[in-house]
C-alpha cells in the first residue's frame, strides 16, 4: 500500500516568515494529494489539495508543488501568522485509501 | 449544515466492556472511514467503506469492527476494548465516482476514548 513520509516532524518560523513542509510518497499510481491542518483539539480540516495532473495550486498565502517523477510533494506558507501554529498532515491517496504523513507540527514565534 | 458527527466525544470505560462510537454523516456521501490518531504517528486508517454493506480493512484493524446498514450511519465498535485502544478516534466521510475517491475527507470532531 501507499507509504507517506512527512518531514519535519517540527519547525519553528517567526512570524512573517515563510514555511516548507515536504512529502514523500511510495505509490507511483497516487493521483491525489491533500493537506490538512488541525488545531489543537479539533478535528482536521482540508487546506488545499492537489491533482497528479497539476504540478503546482495556490490559495492565498498557502501553495502546493508536486513533483510526481521524484515522488514528493510540499506546502509552502508565505508570510506565516500566529494562527499558522497547528498540525499539519499531508496525504496520498492510492487504491480509494487516503495515506497520511504522521504530521507536522509548525509553531509561529511572534 | 453539512456534517459528520460522532458521539460521544469523550469516553472513559474499562477493559473488556463493549463500547459503540456513531459516526453519521448527512452528506449523501458513499465513502466513510475511522481512523485513530496517536502521538507520533499520525491518522491510521482502521477501517473503512465504499458504500452501503461494503466494508474493507485500514491498516490497524485489530480489536475493531464496523457495519455499514445505511449511508448515513458508520458506527465503530469495540467488542473487548483494551488500554492500548485509548486513542482520539476520527470517523470521516467523502463522496466518489466510479471506484475513484474524488474529494475531500470530511472529519467529525472526534472520539477521546480512555480504556482502563
Known amino acids: 500500500g501507499e507509504n507517506v513520509e512527512q518531514h519535519p516532524s517540527t519547525l519553528s518560523v517567526q512570524e512573517g516568515d515563510s514555511a516548507v513542509i515536504k512529502c514523500t510518497y511510495s505509490d507511483s499510481a497516487s493521483n491525489y494529494f491533500p493537506w490538512y491542518k488541525q488545531e489543537l483539539g479539533k478535528r482536521p480540516q482540508l487546506i488545499i489539495d492537489?491533482?497528479?495532473?497539476?504540478g503546482e495550486k495556490k490559495d492565498q498565502r498557502i501553495a502546493v508543488t508536486l513533483n510526481k517523477t521524484a515522488k514528493h510533494f510540499s506546502l509552502h506558507i508565505t508570510e506565516t501568522q500566529p494562527e499558522d501554529s497547528a498540525v499539519y498532515f499531508c496525504?496520498?491517496?492510492?487504491?480509494?485509501?487516503?495515506?497520511f504523513g504522521k504530521g507536522n507540527q509548525v509553531v509561529v514565534i511572534p | 449544515e453539512a456534517q459528520v458527527t460522532q458521539n460521544p466525544r469523550y469516553l472513559i470505560t474499562v477493559t473488556g466492556k463493549k463500547l459503540t462510537v456513531t459516526c453519521s454523516q448527512n452528506m449523501n456521501h458513499e465513502y466513510m472511514s475511522w481512523y485513530r490518531q496517536d502521538p507520533g504517528l499520525g491518522l491510521r486508517q482502521i477501517y473503512y467503506?465504499?458504500?452501503?454493506?461494503?466494508?474493507d480493512k485500514g491498516d490497524v484493524p485489530e480489536g475493531y469492527k464496523v457495519s455499514r446498514k445505511e449511508k448515513r450511519n458508520f458506527p465503530l465498535i469495540l467488542e473487548s476494548p483494551s488500554p492500548n485502544q485509548t486513542s482520539l478516534y476520527f470517523c470521516?466521510?467523502?463522496?466518489?465516482?466510479?471506484?475513484?475517491?474524488?474529494?475531500?475527507?470530511?472529519f467529525g470532531n472526534g472520539t477521546r476514548l480512555t480504556v482502563t
Open positions: 467503506s465504499m458504500n452501503v454493506e461494503v466494508t
Open positions: 470521516a466521510s467523502s463522496s466518489y465516482q466510479g471506484q475513484v475517491v474524488n474529494s475531500p475527507l470530511h
Open positions: 496525504a496520498a491517496k492510492g487504491n480509494n485509501r487516503l495515506a
Open positions: 492537489i491533482r497528479s495532473n497539476v
